[in-house]
């Protein structure tokens, strides 16, 4: 760390861009985008069962999916798998801030 400073001051270029990845890294907003891809196609290939819920951190709505797929002997599978596909594209069509916001900061857990 003390190595990154020195660099930032000097005025090396790489030093600022150490400065900008130690930023990303302590805000954790390249790992939550991340997650916005995976909740993506989870939300596509397997949106009935609730696994992008559980990826956002979503346990309530996860276990409501996964319980409602599997007791109902896989009525339930069909609403919820198309309820999965529509939030897997809208996970992937939001732009990293949109989802970040949306998703990640106000928590919000359905659609």
Do not use: Q
């Amino acid at each position: 760390m003390f190595f990154c400073s020195l660099r930032a001051i000097s005025g090396h270029p790489e030093g600022e861009l150490s400065r900008l990845r130690a930023k990303t890294v302590t805000t954790g907003t390249s790992n939550d985008a991340s997650k916005k891809v995976a909740a993506g196609i989870c939300g596509i290939l397997i949106g009935a069962l609730g696994i992008h819920k559980f990826i956002l951190g979503y346990k309530t709505e996860a276990l409501i999916m996964l319980l409602g797929s599997l007791l109902t002997l896989g009525l339930g599978a069909f609403v919820f798998g198309i309820i999965g596909f529509v939030e897997g594209i809208i996970y992937l069509t939001k732009s990293d801030d949109e989802f970040i916001s949306t998703y990640i900061t106000n928590k919000k857990g359905w659609f």
